[in-house]
């Protein structure tokens, strides 16, 4: 027998806390995966969140610095423009980066800070209990949307590749999701293309994951998975935004 | 030189080689100042798009090995308090410069001593102190602001430099000669990329609340060495005053030129000017009210370093406050006149 | 060629992605409990599995290893 997939060893014993059917778990992973096939434990720097990802330095097998909520872009250009050569990414959520983040997000990416963005988006706030994000759709029922989002009390779903690439200062930025094998595979490819193009000085990359809160959306996990195929990629196309040739 | 420009070149003779700012009236020509010359230095400047993101910058500047700076005025320095409480919970070195102004609120751009509790008394969320140095001269930068990058690396926690308007934008005779620029210490716990060592992690989230407050009290320790061992302050004729003012930064200098008057009219007056706000001078305060009954405490503000002088003396003496907020700059003979009233009344 | 999947039953928390995304059925939700109380996968060896690895790629608690004869 021979082992044709196994734990990244970047991926320490921790059993994750993240709900079962959580997207986090999976981009957790990818990131791992991705890093251990490029030989970059040794330059990887993540910048953790506030939110369900805050919690990364118990499961990476990197150097983790934790942000305060929303300024993950901001922390990384701090920690990239003193270590201009190591990979450094910070991992964020709808609130992190779409939220109380969106001006340090749009800033980095403004000024082509050469980091990555990893960018989770479950269209909610999953750590504090499901409340509306940015990303929430027109409609959809949250803690704080009791009767579904409605736009003239609460705004529209913010589209953040989009939005982001307008920006001539962003380089790539692509949105892939997390809810089917062959979108796993794709999503995998966003990260390595994203870290592959921070070495070569490319310049701001962003990769927006479309990923399940099974608990927060009060689906099970398969609904969930096809719920973002079915309605959520109408708001959220995959696909990418930019891409700076380089 | 202007104190701001002042204040950037020392930052950068003592080692600081990213700055992060954003423009607020009145510390601008600091910002300018870092713009002009961080580059030709091999440092790095940043015009960031707030002040939160400025001090996250610092945040992630240090948390990478680097001694790196921020400055702003005080609707700013509200905005970085966050900021200033996680580097003290992630024990990381930094530098913040306010200069202060008028406020509450928007306030105005003249020069104040508004921010004095903000900077003494943590400032942010949870238990905390930062180390606060108050200058009083341009020339005195060059001690101050080496000081600071020293005492935030050898504690790692930030530490405060509290200006003002005034300070910052009056321009005096600057030497740099004597600036010598602090040691580098060990940043073996700065992130550099796990290579040849275990993965390190630098977060102040910690769920255990055992091990919450067992943190609380290594950081408390720390503040207690630094209460034992980073008191500075300054005495002006106090040998045989028979009143102490009390005064710091540009105050100080308004009431030198008060004490001079008074002095001179035989009024014994003399002064202690507190350099380091916090760890505040209690000490020295407690033994001068063995001899001394009368302490006039002088700021620009309605009155908050009054209240760390009344804790020193812990109901000794009899304290007299003259405050003045709001940006006014009284001159030194309005505090003349202020303090020989309070002086003939003692009697 | 013959596929085999092994669940770290510890780890898994009864999502049943592995499940839904088997394209041979290898995968089932079992009565037995972890110690969190979840109803863990189970690989069944009777079915056909292709170690097409839809199951890994899926599971959040990268609980699944496979391999393939």
Request: glycine letters at 10%; proline letters at 5%; a neutral charge.
């Amino acid at each position: 027998m021979k082992t044709v997939y196994a734990r990244p060893k970047l991926l320490k014993e921790a059993h994750f806390h993240y709900c079962p059917g959580c997207g986090h778990g999976v981009v957790n992973r990818l990131l791992m995966e991705v890093i251990e096939e490029m030989d970059l434990a040794g330059d990887a720097i993540c910048v953790a969140p506030a939110g369900c990802g805050m919690l990364l330095y118990n499961y990476f097998e990197i150097d983790v610095v934790e942000a305060a909520h929303g300024r993950g872009a901001a922390v990384a250009t701090g920690v990239k423009r003193v270590r201009p050569r190591n990979l450094v990414f910070s991992y964020q959520g709808d609130g992190d980066l779409a939220a109380i983040g969106a001006a340090e997000g749009l800033h980095a990416a403004n000024r082509g800070e050469n980091i990555t963005v990893i960018f989770v988006n479950n269209g909610v706030y999953g750590m504090t209990g499901g409340q509306m994000a940015p990303t929430t759709l027109l409609d959809q029922v949250t803690t704080t949307t009791p009767t579904g989002r409605d736009a003239a009390l609460a705004g529209h779903p913010v589209r953040i590749c989009e939005v982001f690439s307008m920006l001539d200062g962003a380089s790539y930025l692509e949105r892939v999701a997390v809810n089917r094998p062959a979108a796993v595979v794709k999503a995998k490819k966003a990260i390595a293309k994203a870290f592959r193009r921070q070495l070569d000085g490319a310049g701001f990359s962003l990769v927006e994951i479309l990923s399940p809160c099974p608990v927060n959306w009060k689906m099970g996990p398969l609904e969930a998975c096809r719920w973002i195929d079915e309605v959520m990629v109408k708001q959220f196309p995959l696909g990418v935004f930019k891409e700076v040739p380089c | 030189m202007s104190g701001n420009a002042a204040l950037a070149e020392a930052a950068i003779l003592s080692g600081c080689t990213h700055y992060f700012g954003y423009p607020i009236t009145p510390q601008n020509e600091l910002t300018e100042y870092m713009a002009m010359r961080m580059p030709g230095a091999g440092g790095v400047f940043i015009q960031s798009e707030s002040e939160i993101a400025a001090i996250n910058m610092v945040l992630g500047a240090s948390v990478a090995g680097a001694r790196s700076m921020t400055s702003s005025s005080g609707p700013g320095m509200s905005l970085k308090q966050e900021g200033v409480s996680y580097l003290v919970a992630d024990e990381l070195p930094a530098v913040i410069v306010n200069m202060m102004r008028g406020g509450p609120g928007m306030g105005n751009i003249s020069a104040a001593q508004s921010d004095y509790f903000q900077a003494t008394r943590g400032g942010g969320h949870g238990d905390y102190r930062t180390v606060v140095l108050a200058p009083g001269s341009v020339q005195e930068l060059t001690e101050v602001v080496p000081l600071a990058f020293d005492l935030a690396d050898k504690y790692r926690s930030p530490v405060i430099i509290l200006g003002d308007g005034m300070l910052g934008q009056m321009m005096e005779p600057v030497d740099f000669d004597g600036l010598v620029r602090p040691a580098d210490y060990d940043k073996s716990w700065a992130l550099t990329g796990a290579r040849g060592r275990p993965a390190q992690a630098i977060h102040s989230l910690i769920f255990d609340t055992r091990l919450q407050e067992e943190h609380n009290w290594k950081l408390q320790r720390k503040f207690r060495l630094i209460e034992r061992d980073e008191v500075r302050y300054e005495t002006y004729l106090a040998d045989d005053a028979e009143m102490i003012v009390v005064a710091y930064g540009s105050g100080a200098r308004i009431a030198r030129g008060a004490i001079k008057r008074l002095r001179e009219e035989n009024l014994k007056v003399g002064m202690i000017r507190p350099v380091t706000l916090w760890p505040f001078p209690m000490k020295a305060l407690q033994e001068m009210a063995k001899t001394v009954r009368d302490f006039f405490v002088f700021e620009m503000s309605a009155g908050q370093m009054v209240e760390d002088v009344r804790l020193a003396l812990e109901g000794q003496g009899r304290i007299h406050l003259y405050g003045r907020p709001g940006g006014v700059v009284p001159t030194p003979v309005e505090l003349y006149r202020i303090v020989s009233r309070h002086y003939h009344q003692a009697r | 060629m013959k596929g085999s999947i092994q669940i770290d039953k510890e780890r898994c928390k009864g999502c049943a992605l592995c499940i839904d995304f088997c394209p041979e059925s290898c995968v089932g939700l079992s009565e037995e409990l972890n110690l969190k109380g979840y109803f863990v996968a189970a690989f069944d060896d009777s079915k056909e599995c292709t170690a097409c690895r839809n199951c890994a790629l899926m599971c959040p608690e990268v609980a699944i290893e496979v391999s393939r004869s």
